[in-house]
């Protein structure tokens, strides 16, 4: 999972425009290359051959420039989002969540009779047994004997993925994996996620958690690279004693209150209006207007003007992506509608979020293919070329 499985490609005379997608450096900053597959190799070597990339965080971007020297305006970086799925799901007085348990899965009988015991428990969500440093969970296990009695009483544990690595002196429900409509409802009632991760590309499940409501304590990746998502409505971690203070803030509900944390987790999907979608148009206007890279033996002009995209209008709708002016074209087009309650207009988005943060903070200049498109726009008609009207269907009005 350290790179796209294939390049996205447009055929041009004289050669091919490449763009890569990267998902994360977790292999060269881990210093665990020697055990990756081969497509990890294919990825060392496509890189220097890419004219452009697209990145899923700030933290992949800023890796690729630190490792490749690939300039952050080469790169279309668009935060991860995750489906609107993940949402708090209410108290049912009777505990038993039929409607979750349909599906026979591992450890259903012991989850089910956690939940139906409203006992508190710690989350943890994904595997680990290899490299032992990479999750960071090493830094749970070694936190729980420092716990007090009271502590280890008052939770328990629900483990999805790998089963523990010894015994542990408390109470543990565990499963190898679970239905994904499953996860919102483990979320909802957890005591706090834990996710200590020493290095991700974004990593889902704490901002699953958040949209759940559901406090998250986050490992060292987080607190030096993902503040610009969860601000200070994390608990960060970075050793044994400073996971059993968390834990044990956890217990005593010194955590992020959950319409807080909800709020939060609305510019990364829980609200559709900036779930995958976004991601999607985020991506297109790169391969349209670049920047790209200069690489022998390919050929990558900008196909349209950066200056010409409001032109498009390229918008994200609940159905996926619309191109071209409305309807109406004497007047603006009313906004598409977003299922589910109404909620107001963010003054950010996660984008502004990543520039805030550094990714992009410096204007990119134009390339030569750009500059020339620019002046073929004059600032008030563009011209598109037949690949872009055909593949968008994009209509001028009239």
């Known amino acids: 999972g ?73 790169v279309g970086t668009s935060p991860n989002r995750m489906s609107p799925h993940f949402r708090r799901v209410p108290e049912d007085p009777t505990g038993d969540y039929d409607d979750f348990f349909r599906e026979e899965f591992f450890g259903m009988d012991d989850i089910r009779d956690l939940l139906r015991a409203r006992k508190r428990f710690l989350l943890l969500v994904g595997h680990h047994e290899y490299p032992p440093s990479y999750k960071g969970y090493d830094l749970f296990w070694g936190a729980l004997p420092r716990l007090r009695d009271d502590t280890r009483r008052a939770l328990a544990i629900l483990i999805i993925g790998s089963p523990p690595p010894f015994h542990v002196d408390m109470e543990v429900a565990f499963s190898p994996d679970v239905p994904e409509a499953l996860l919102p409802l483990l979320y909802s009632r957890a005591a706090a996620l834990v996710y200590p991760s020493r290095y991700e590309g974004f990593g889902m499940p704490p901002i699953e958690a958040t949209a759940c409501g559901c406090p998250s304590i986050l ?148 390339n030569r293919s750009e500059r020339a498109g620019d002046e073929q726009c004059g600032g008030a008609t563009c011209s598109f070329p037949s690949l872009v009207i055909k593949v968008l269907g994009y209509r001028r009005p009239g």
Request: proline fraction near 11%; charged fraction near 25%; glycine fraction near 10%.
């Open 2 to 74: 350290a790179a796209g499985a294939g390049w996205w490609w447009r055929d041009r005379k004289g050669g091919t425009c490449n763009v890569l997608p990267l998902y994360d450096f977790i292999p060269e900053r881990m210093d665990i290359d020697d055990h990756q597959p081969a497509d990890f190799y294919v990825k060392w070597t496509s890189i220097p051959k890419a004219n452009g990339f697209l990145s899923l965080s700030v933290s992949t971007t800023a890796d690729l420039k630190d490792l490749h020297g690939i300039d952050a305006h080469f």
């Open 219 to 366: 490992g060292p990746f987080y607190r030096e690279k993902m503040k610009y998502v969860y601000g200070d409505d994390a608990l960060y971690v970075g050793s044994r004693e400073e996971m059993r203070a968390a834990i044990e803030r956890v217990v005593q509900g010194d955590v992020p209150p959950p319409d807080r944390l909800i709020e939060r987790a609305r510019l990364y999907g829980a609200d559709t209006r900036f779930g995958w979608n976004e991601v999607a148009k985020d991506y297109l206007e790169y391969i349209l207007a670049g920047p790209f890279r200069d690489v022998p033996g390919t050929e990558c002009p900008v196909l349209v003007p950066r200056a010409c995209l409001p032109v498009l209008n390229i918008r994200t709708t609940p159905g996926g992506i619309a191109v071209g002016p409305h309807p109406d074209f004497s007047q603006p087009g009313p906004q598409e509608p977003v299922p589910g309650d109404a909620v107001p207009e963010p003054a950010t988005s996660p984008r502004a979020l990543e520039v805030a943060s550094g990714s992009n903070a410096v204007e990119p200049k134009p």
